[in-house]
C-alpha cells in the first residue's frame, strides 16, 4: 500500500512539474503606455484563446514604466506610445548587451477631448499651445464663453504627455495650472463631466466626449483623427504606437508579436478603435 501510495504521489508531481515547465516557458511579460494597455490586453486575450497553455501578461503604468522594466529586464516587451529616446535605447542596450528591436504595431492620432456641450468644431495647434503653456486661459479667446480653460494632461511618465510636449508644446513647459491624471481613461471621464475642461489622448478612448478637428496652423483646413487623415499625413498630431524587445528571436516573444501584426492582430487594432499598421 506504500508503495502505490508514493508511485502515485511521484506520479502527480511530475505531471504537475510538467504543467507548471509548461507555463512557465508559455509565459511573457508586457509592460508599459496606458494608451496601450486595452490593446493590448484584447490582443493578448485573442491569443491565449488561440494557444492554451500560453500566457501573455499585460500591465500598464505609463511608456516610462514599460521602459524602465525593460532597462531593469523585468519585463520581456515594453509597450510605448512614442519612441525611444537615445538615452534610454543606450540604457536597454547596455542591460541586454544588443540594441532593443522596434516594432510598429498601430496608427494613432492624439485626440482633443472637449466636453460635448462646448460649440468648438476645431483647434489650432497654436491654440493648443498656447492653452497647455497657460497663455490662453479663457475660452473667450477661442469665441466661446469668457469661462477658465480647465486643462487636464497625463502624468510625466506617460509616453503621450512627452509626444505631445514635444510635438504641440515646442518642449515649453505645461502651465503649473494643467491638472495630471494617470490613465487617458481617467481624462475623458473628467472631462465629459466638465464642461470648460480639455484634454487629450488616443482616439480609442474617445467615447463620451466632443473631439476637435485640428489645424496644423491657423490658416490650415482642419482634420479630424480618421484613419484616413492619419494615413495622408493630414491629421498633424498622429504617431505609431510600438512595441520594444531585445528578445524577438525567443519562441515565445516572437510568437505573440507575429500574431499581433497578423491579419487577424491588427483587425483587433481596428475593432479596439486604432489604426493597423499592415
Not at 504543467?19 to 496601450?36: C, E, L, P, Q, Y
Not at 467615447?207 to 496652423?217: F, Q, R, Y
Request: one cysteine or more.
Amino acid at each position: 500500500m506504500g508503495k502505490k501510495f508514493l508511485s502515485l504521489f511521484l506520479m502527480i508531481l511530475f505531471s504537475l512539474s510538467t504543467i507548471s515547465a509548461t507555463v512557465v516557458r508559455g509565459r511573457v511579460t508586457v509592460k508599459g503606455s496606458d494608451t496601450m494597455v486595452i490593446l493590448v490586453q484584447r490582443l493578448a486575450e485573442e491569443y491565449m484563446l488561440k494557444n492554451r497553455g500560453k500566457i501573455v501578461q499585460v500591465t500598464g503604468g505609463g511608456t516610462g514604466t514599460g521602459i524602465a522594466g525593460l532597462i531593469n529586464k523585468v519585463t520581456d516587451i515594453a509597450n510605448a506610445s512614442r519612441p525611444l529616446t537615445d538615452k534610454e535605447r543606450e540604457a536597454i542596450k547596455k542591460a541586454w548587451g544588443k540594441d532593443p528591436k522596434e516594432i510598429r504595431i498601430a496608427l494613432d492620432g492624439i485626440t482633443i477631448y472637449v466636453n460635448p456641450s462646448n460649440p468648438l468644431k476645431e483647434i489650432s495647434l497654436r491654440q493648443l499651445k498656447g492653452i497647455y503653456t497657460g497663455k490662453i486661459k479663457s475660452w473667450k479667446e477661442l469665441g466661446w464663453e469668457d469661462k477658465p480653460i480647465i486643462v487636464y494632461t497625463r502624468e510625466n511618465n506617460s509616453g503621450t504627455y512627452v509626444f505631445f510636449k514635444e510635438h504641440v508644446l515646442n518642449n515649453e513647459d505645461y502651465t503649473s495650472k494643467a491638472q495630471s491624471l494617470p490613465g487617458t481613461g481617467g481624462i475623458v471621464n473628467a472631462v465629459s463631466k466638465e464642461k470648460y475642461s480639455i484634454g487629450y489622448g488616443g482616439i480609442a478612448y474617445s467615447k463620451g466626449v466632443k473631439i476637435l478637428a485640428v489645424k496644423a496652423d491657423d490658416r490650415s483646413k482642419a482634420y479630424l483623427p480618421t484613419e484616413a487623415n492619419i494615413k495622408k499625413g493630414l491629421y498633424p498630431i498622429s504617431r505609431f504606437l510600438y512595441m520594444y524587445t531585445c528578445i524577438y528571436d525567443d519562441p515565445e516573444v516572437k510568437s505573440f508579436i507575429d500574431f499581433v501584426l497578423s491579419p487577424e492582430g491588427q483587425k483587433i487594432v481596428s475593432q479596439v478603435g486604432y489604426f493597423p499598421v499592415r
